[in-house]
């Protein structure tokens, strides 16, 4: 079992950016993949991006490629999503995953990007 908090979400014009992140618990977390979806109104929870335990490799659902820069430092068990360029239609609840036996979820963190 994990334990995760996500932060950073917030509202922000179209063309600005923000920073999410996520904290996780446990000793183990250089050893497990983690990532972001998200969940627009309406709309199913969708990939966004992953990246590997040792954070060399990562993952990006095409809406985010060359927007979105997913990364992570095991030295304070929390990985970073970086997302620029922001777009309305990035608009949505942001949830921070770790596969740990099972996907544990974060609470989700809300991100409104106005035009």
């Known amino acids: 079992q994990v334990h995760l908090v996500e932060s950073g979400g917030g509202l922000v014009q179209a063309g600005g950016s923000l920073r999410l992140s996520c904290a996780a618990s446990?000793?183990?977390?250089?050893?497990?993949?983690m990532g972001w979806f998200r969940q627009a109104p309406g709309k199913e929870r969708e990939f966004v991006a992953a990246i590997s335990g040792s954070g060399r490799n990562t993952d990006y659902a095409d809406s985010g490629k060359g927007r979105f820069t997913l990364s992570r430092d095991n030295a304070k068990n929390a990985v970073y999503l970086q997302m620029n360029s922001l777009k309305p239609e990035d608009t949505a609840v942001y949830y921070c995953?770790?596969?740990?036996?099972?996907?544990?979820w974060g609470q989700g963190t809300q991100v409104t990007v106005s035009s």
């Open positions: 995953y770790a596969d740990v036996a099972r996907r544990n």
């Open positions: 446990g000793r183990t977390f250089s050893t497990y993949a």
